[in-house]
């Protein structure tokens, strides 16, 4: 659905990314892990029209992209920033109202933000409340519900769960799941590489600009070297436990 390849970008002398390629089925979930200045939010702010690569080509659905933000937005892709960047001086509804900036139908759009305070029922609670006053948790979900606004095809969403609590950083990855049973391709940066690569399909490991490691979900999750850098610990072992007491059986009986 989504396609990268070969992506170079540069700021003044300084090259973000050197050669990435990745893609992004469509109905999939793709994790991007690494750590801070590795490139992940460039790498999202280059599909979003964001920033201009200097080599290097980025199709979606076998076509390429244009470079305006606005027609990449129409065509269905849509970024949820780190930090969130709401509105804080308008309210709940203003917000979403902003994110449907595309739709032309007064119902559709009353249909769309209703949807999102369905998805959201504290968002419903707070309509009327500026977007600034909502705690950290609920101006994320905010975020996120601008985003859908626009009906997007794949959803960018940057560090989703930066400065949560660990409760609300759960809430925000059955989110992620949830809208994926929408029918919404989603490609994932985010920081807790460990609930990033539980949810996802698949997913790439960018280091200083670079795809290093690639691979499912699972089978980051079971590399050392992953691990030891992203996890906080050495794998201990990764075999499936059925087997390995299988196999501990045979060895007995032959022994």
Not at 59 to 69: D, N, T, Y
């Amino acid at each position: 659905m989504l396609r990268v390849e070969n992506l170079y970008v540069s700021y003044g002398h300084i090259d973000a990314l050197k050669g990435v390629s990745l893609q992004v089925p469509e109905g999939s979930i793709v994790s991007i892990i690494g750590s801070n200045g590795a490139g992940k939010t460039t790498l999202l702010n280059a599909i979003s029209g964001l920033v201009n690569p200097i080599k290097g080509s980025i199709q979606f659905r076998e076509k390429s992209l244009p470079k305006e933000p606005n027609r990449i937005v129409r065509l269905g892709i849509v970024q949820v920033p780190e930090g969130r960047k709401i509105f804080p001086g308008l309210t709940v509804k203003e917000n979403l109202v902003m994110g449907g900036y595309t739709v032309s139908s007064r119902r559709v759009l009353n249909e769309r933000i209703e949807r999102m305070f369905q998805l959201f029922p504290r968002l419903r609670e707070r309509k009327d409340q500026q977007g600034g006053t909502l705690s950290g948790g609920e101006q994320q979900m905010l975020a996120i519900c601008r985003g859908l606004m626009a009906d997007p095809r794949v959803l960018l969403l940057d560090e989703p769960s930066l400065g949560l609590a660990p409760l609300l950083v759960n809430e925000i990855f059955q989110l992620i799941l949830k809208i994926r049973s929408m029918g919404v391709t989603i490609l994932l940066v985010e920081q807790n590489a460990r609930k990033a690569l539980s949810i996802c399909d698949f997913a790439y490991v960018l280091e200083t600009g670079s795809v290093t490691f690639q691979g499912t979900g699972e089978e980051l999750l079971c590399n050392e070297q992953i691990s030891e850098a992203y996890l906080g610990k050495t794998v201990q072992s990764c075999e499936d436990p059925v087997s390995a007491e299988q196999q501990k059986r045979k060895t007995e009986a032959s022994s």
